[in-house]
């Protein structure tokens, strides 16, 4: 948050322009992200989402204006969850699976396509003081970003439910424990630092391919 405040003090065209583009990416991210979710469903049998009007790229159906809120001050956010009834799965563990990873897979390839975007932007007019990369930039950090943090194992993330619906076959204390527990331990982890490194981690190694991929065609 005092970084946001300094850069409108030191900079308030470049704050406007990084404001603007975290809300342009929050929506692309959260809009696409939730769609995966509602059509993966829908497609395997499920259309909850889809008769709740969720299955669409428009924003609004999928922000939750808090979470946006607090991603903007604190970049830490969420989004309204998709609804799934598992009655209408045919094949539970299999279908949730699907529908979980469809949301992360998602901002992957997102982050994949808006950072070869701004690669060969940056080829062309440099790196820095183009409005368009740092937009771009912005698009395809914050997509993977989403699609790291909502494939980590703790719940209520959806690694948390490709792990206990590919691993979990008896344990179901347990996981009510960590479903109970699930925003606590995510803050747990977030004060020590110890997601931020690991998140930090992850982030590195994915852009380092990223990078090592668009170079080929150098």
Not at 41 to 69: C, E, F, Q, S, V
Not at 166 to 180: A, H, M, N
């Amino acid at each position: 948050m005092y970084q946001l405040i300094g850069l409108f003090q030191q900079d308030p065209r470049q704050a406007l322009i990084y404001l603007l583009s975290v809300l342009l990416a929050m929506c692309i991210a959260v809009s696409f992200h939730e769609y995966a979710h509602a059509f993966v469903a829908y497609k395997l049998g499920d259309p909850t989402a889809k008769n709740l009007g969720r299955m669409t790229l428009d924003p609004t159906k999928h922000l939750d204006w808090l979470g946006l809120i607090c991603f903007v001050v604190f970049r830490i956010g969420w989004a309204k969850p998709v609804l799934v009834n598992p009655r209408n799965l045919k094949h539970y563990r299999r279908d949730d699976v699907l529908i979980s990873i469809a949301g992360p897979l998602t901002n992957l390839i997102l982050s994949f396509l808006f950072f070869g975007a701004w690669f060969f932007l940056c080829l062309i007019h440099g790196v820095g003081g183009n409005t368009l990369s740092e937009v771009l930039s912005t698009i395809s950090s914050i997509n993977l970003s989403f699609a790291i943090f909502n494939i980590l194992p703790i719940p209520p993330l959806d690694g948390f439910h490709v792990v206990t619906s590919l691993f979990v076959r008896k344990s179901y204390k347990v996981v009510e424990v960590l479903q109970r527990y699930g925003f606590l331990i995510l803050l747990v982890l977030l004060i020590s630092g110890v997601l931020s490194t690991v998140f930090s981690a992850i982030f590195g190694t994915v852009s380092g391919w990223f990078i090592s991929f668009y170079s080929l065609f150098l």
